[in-house]
């Protein structure tokens, strides 16, 4: 009797010890553990197509700004990763510094020996600069970064940050006319008629070679601010990098203007657009 | 032997009472435990006007360790079912049913930061986004206080260093110009601060940050130096007005510690060297200087140490 009231209230006691709240907390878990840091959330990009009509202007240009529009058309894969294309067609002006450069500068050569001033006209000086009519790139995207934002305490939006690389490319364009890049020798050589002709010194009056097709490295980052379901406010910046010599004078200083002129620079742009994303109708995580 | 077994069976009816009373206990004291539990939990509140516009998802430091009142206790609320279908509690709410439990309700996080009546001492680092022929390096300290938890009024001085960029030295020898530039010593300005963007975002689905975005404006004092273009000639110095406003981004890593990024646009009119200068002296061409209007426009980011370094939650939850 004795021995199975002591084994009866051994077990009581264990049973308490187990069922006490000490024990309880100790064990409690989080039943959040394990699964994903946002629930019920809208899948905004997750297989869909979005188009964005983009508005791009160059930061910091050194001779020309460019400003313009076109389209980018991506396809987000997954929630993660998308593929997309951007093409933008530009419109090009004069920075404050080229103002204030060509202000200064003479109207025309000296006479009689034009080559005795290394000092550019303001023809030559515009002619050489060259603009960027088209550009765009090639790339692959990744949107890390999701989340909500409140704006005065009252508009709620969903945005989220994304990052971009790939291959870039540019129609660059500079226009000289015969009469001011007239120098066909510019680092010397040998006439028809075998004679030696000896360089000018003189890279105003050279061929520009800064125009043409060139291809190079993208990168951009962004942020999508959804407006709606289907319509997202798109901010940018693009660094468009390629090979290029905008000024389209002599930058490596042998007097000449040559392709070794040409140096692989930074094309930086703000971007802003309007993305309309397919299929309108969006799905929930569970 | 006998008292033995009477002191075995005293000590054995000693341990069940003992395990009785320890298990009423237990059962008793409970929904107590539990109570204490959300008392102690300061990452949960309710928060109407956050949840009602709350379309878009739910995190996870929203919902973690959400209070679900004990169905068997509690009298069910007869609140509506969020039409958005959100739900923090890991269950979607049935649709088009008047039925409704406790899992309904959308139990938001807390602010996780807050900053009313703390201090905010912020050292950052800045660079010239808009000039193309100097750049400054900006090393820069900023003290706020925060009036509200949006709005700060604070002070700031900045350190700058001078670097040439190439179409500085591509100016001279490609047109055979000399740009006219002033570098930029040292400044200060009185600046506040509101706050009117607030968000969060996940990581990889992993990880939950928040962050808000600042507008900034105020006015201050920077002085600039003339580089002479030919160093023969002696230099001059400006102390300039200087009104400036600009919006950044704060990342919030712990209950002290900040992460900063934003854009500041300095404006001033500044006085640059005469393009005719042929005048020596530094105050004579100062009195002959022109006068251009500036955008001094600097990228800056930075830490923020925020005094005290902890803070209590007053409102009610």
């Known amino acids: ?286 | 032997m006998r008292r033995f077994n009477t002191l075995l069976f005293r000590m054995a009816f000693l341990s069940l009472l003992v395990a009785s009373l320890t298990l009423a206990l237990s059962a008793a004291y409970s929904p107590m435990v539990h109570a204490q539990d959300d008392d102690d939990d300061p990452e949960m509140t309710f928060d109407e006007d956050e949840a009602s516009g709350d379309e878009g998802m739910v995190m996870e430091d929203d919902a973690e360790e959400s209070a679900e009142p004990e169905p068997d206790e509690e009298p069910e609320p007869e609140a509506a079912v969020d039409p958005d279908g959100d739900s923090t509690s890991g269950a979607l709410p049935a649709a088009n049913t008047e039925e409704v439990s406790w899992q309904d309700i959308v139990v938001v996080v807390r602010k996780p930061f807050l900053k009313v009546s703390r201090v905010e001492l912020m050292p950052s680092w800045g660079i010239t986004m808009n000039d193309n022929i100097i750049q400054h390096v900006q090393f820069s300290g900023a003290l706020n206080y925060y009036l509200t938890d949006v709005l700060a009024v604070g002070i700031e001085g900045q350190y700058y260093i001078k670097s040439l960029r190439e179409p500085f030295d591509l100016v001279a020898r490609q047109a055979r110009r000399l740009p006219t530039v002033n570098k930029y010593n040292f400044g200060a300005a009185m600046n506040f601060h509101y706050v009117p963007i607030y968000g969060k975002f996940a990581v990889l689905d992993e990880n939950v940050v928040h962050w808000e975005t600042a507008l900034t404006a105020g006015v201050g004092f920077t002085q600039s130096e003339v580089l002479p273009r030919d160093p023969a000639l002696q230099p001059f110095k400006n102390t300039l007005i200087t009104p400036n406003v600009g919006a950044s981004m704060r990342f919030f890593l712990s209950r002290f510690l900040t992460v900063n990024v934003g854009i500041r646009d300095y404006v001033f009119v500044d006085k640059f060297e005469a393009v005719s200068r042929m005048e020596a002296n530094g105050d004579i061409a100062k009195e002959q200087a022109d006068s251009s209007l500036v955008n001094n426009i600097m990228f800056q980011a930075g830490v923020s140490f925020w005094f005290p370094m902890s803070f209590e939650y007053t409102t009610f939850r």
């Not at chain 1, 020996?113 to 603009?131: C, Q």
């Not at chain 1, 009519?133 to 005065?152: C, E, M, N, S």
């Not at chain 1, 006439?191 to 993208?218: E, H």
């Open chain 1, 1 to 286: 009797m004795i021995k199975r009231l002591s084994i009866l209230s051994l077990g009581a006691l264990l049973l308490a010890g187990l069922a006490s709240p000490s024990v309880a907390r100790a064990e409690r878990k989080n039943s959040l553990d394990g699964v994903p840091a946002v629930r019920h959330r809208l899948l905004l990009v997750k297989k869909r197509f979005e188009a964005t009509g983009a508005f791009e202007s160059s930061i910091n240009s050194d001779f020309k700004n460019t400003l313009g529009g076109g389209l980018k058309l991506e396809v987000h894969a997954s929630d993660l990763l998308s593929f997309g294309a951007i093409g933008i067609f530009g419109t090009s002006f004069n920075t404050g510094l080229t103002d204030k450069i060509v202000g200064t500068l003479p109207e025309n050569d000296p006479s009689p020996n034009p080559d005795a001033d290394p000092t550019p006209t303001k023809r030559e000086f515009n002619a050489h600069l060259n603009s960027i009519p088209l550009h765009g790139a090639a790339y692959v995207g990744v949107t890390p970064w999701y989340g909500k934002l409140a704006a005065f305490g009252k508009f709620f939006v969903n945005f989220d940050f994304y990052f971009q690389g790939g291959l870039a490319f540019a129609q660059l364009k500079s226009d000289c006319s015969n009469d001011i890049c007239n120098d066909n020798n510019p680092t010397g050589g040998m006439d028809s008629g075998g004679n030696v002709i000896l360089p000018d010194n003189n890279p105003n009056d050279d061929p520009v070679l800064n125009s043409g097709f060139r291809a190079g490295l993208y990168f951009g980052g962004g942020i999508h601010v959804f407006v709606s379901d289907a319509v997202a406010l798109d901010l940018t910046v693009r660094d468009y990098m390629f090979s290029d010599n905008p000024s389209g004078l002599d930058f490596n200083a042998d007097l000449a203007v040559t392709d070794d002129d040409n140096r692989f620079l930074n094309h930086l742009f703000m971007g802003v657009g309007v993305s309309v994303l397919l299929p309108t109708k969006i799905k929930r995580t569970p």
